[in-house]
């Protein structure tokens, strides 16, 4: 790839060393530039310093650190708007329903994450999934910005 193109940021945030190392090498070898971080404190730090494109977040870290992680990504002026991939060993049925027993997604408090994938994602899939949100989040932007 050229040196004067920027590539865009995709943060994973993973406690497990093999699925970090894992995610990164797909996203660097689709083109994308990977900053990883280990926990939810971490994340968050680097969220703020680098203000990534997407951010990747493994939902069953210790603690529930994944769901506070998102929660804190949602609420923060500066992060809501970096779409959001959820990343869990569990199926996606079983986590939603989870999750709303416990309210964690209330009414229009905490919007639902914008794509969930099971660990461990098929490469093909995961590279799809990140084009197709940035391509979004492009568009999106786009249309606010004729809008003013």
């Known amino acids: 790839m050229d040196q004067g ?5 995709i943060l994973v945030v993973d406690d497990e060393t093999d699925m970090r190392v894992f995610l990164s ?13 280990m926990n939810s404190t971490e994340g968050l730090k680097r969220a703020l310093k680098e203000n990534p494109d997407l951010i990747i977040v493994d939902m069953m870290m210790p603690q529930e650190e994944g769901i506070q ?18 990343l869990s060993a569990i199926d996606k049925k079983t986590f939603f329903h989870y999750h709303k027993m416990k309210n964690v997604f209330p009414g ?25 949100m940035l391509v979004k989040k492009k568009a999106l932007k786009d249309s606010e910005s004729e809008k003013t």
Do not use: C, R, W
Request: charged share 30%; no cysteine.
């Open 5 to 9: 193109i920027k590539k865009e940021k």
């Open 69 to 86: 992680m998102y929660q804190s990504l949602k609420y923060n002026k500066a992060l809501k708007d970096i779409p959001v991939i959820m």
């Open 108 to 132: 229009e408090g905490l919007p639902e994450p914008e794509a969930y994938l099971e660990k461990p994602p098929e490469a093909e899939e995961l590279i799809g999934l990140i084009h197709d």
């Open 25 to 37: 090498t797909v996203i660097e070898t689709g083109g994308f530039d990977p900053i990883v971080a």
